[in-house]
């Protein structure tokens, strides 16, 4: 094998988002890490959201979706060896993302792809779906779905045409949710063919709040989970909350403004609204702003059952990936990828690199 590798890292800063390629060494895996020959990739909105604060030249691969073979395992590493097929979620800001031939990641949230996944569908899943199920279960505490809900329990989740809302929707649906209700615009169509919600609201239409009441029937809506956090869609789902007297709200991204909302530093809700945040690096147990060391070690366990359950799903044919477009050259694609995704020209699939595809690979 040889010992060099094509890397792209990525930076805006200033002017446009930019893609620098260089020839970087293939990382060696630590103890408890997976090094993953890379065969697909794509990108989040995670990505343009931090390459501001990169200059060119000094740019960082940000790659965390993870789709391919494994190449070598660390010293720790008992469920996984060389030839297996897998996908896996990079640790979001550190060296050796999916954006090179090879990825580094850890075991535990890397996870077997099943013969009826290809590698392309495999790499919309990593992130956005453990995003959705962290937030559905571990800040929401709804029932999981190998235990599903016994009793009625409605569900609002923002934004169901995005990779995370689709995941949600559909994870939703095998925990037995009911009713499942989403707010989507451009997207419509692909949600509707997810077979998963009840009540499909149009943003575009104008009175959310009164629609989602409307969908509700009297019934009180006690959990919601803002997969956009986009455009003060949080009020919307506020104001359904307060109506019923109190709830919680899941973001995944807390608007930035300080008018937006009262004491924004402590995050003072109107009473009886609980905040959350769904920050997806609990997965490897890395606590931040709204997750304890604690919290997050209870993330990081159940990310690990949570990703071979979706192993499990995949290969009964119960879960779909999230649609997907194939840009031509692979990663020199991701610079335009990432723009398109900053300009929000992207709606109901996520954008995918083959690396095979790269022009002139070492």
Known sequence: MTTNMI?????????????????????????NEVLIKVIATDSNPKDWKAFRNHEEGRGINQGDDISGIVE????????FAP?????AFHRMFQPHGSY???????????????????????????????TAALALYQ?????LPWNPAKTETPILIYGGASAVGAYALKFAKFSGLSPIITVAGNGIDFVKSLNA???????????VVEAIQAALEGRKLHHAFDAVSYNRSYENI????????GGQIDMVDPPSDDSAIPNRDSWNWPEGIKFTRTFVSSAYGTPHKYRDETQAAEDHEFAYVFYRYISRLLAEE????HPFEVLPKGLESVAEGIQLLYDRKVSAQKLVYRIADTPNLV
Do not use: C
């Open 7 to 31: 890397e792209y890292t990525i930076s805006g800063k200033p002017g446009p988002i930019k893609a620098t390629r260089s020839i970087a060494p293939i990382p060696k895996p630590g103890a």
């Open 72 to 79: 070598s395992v660390g010293s720790s590493v008992w469920e």
């Open 83 to 87: 030839g297996d097929r897998v996908a």
């Open 100 to 130: 090179a031939q090879y990825a580094i990641a850890p075991a535990s949230t890397t996870f077997r792809l099943p013969a009826n996944t290809s590698f392309e569908a495999g790499a919309t899943l990593p992130l956005a779906s453990m």
């Open 139 to 143: 800040n929401l505490s709804l029932p």
């Open 197 to 207: 919600a009840d009540h499909i609201i149009d943003y575009r239409n104008g009175n």
């Open 238 to 245: 506020v104001a359904v909350l307060q109506a019923s007297r």
């Open 318 to 321: 119960k879960l779909k990936p």
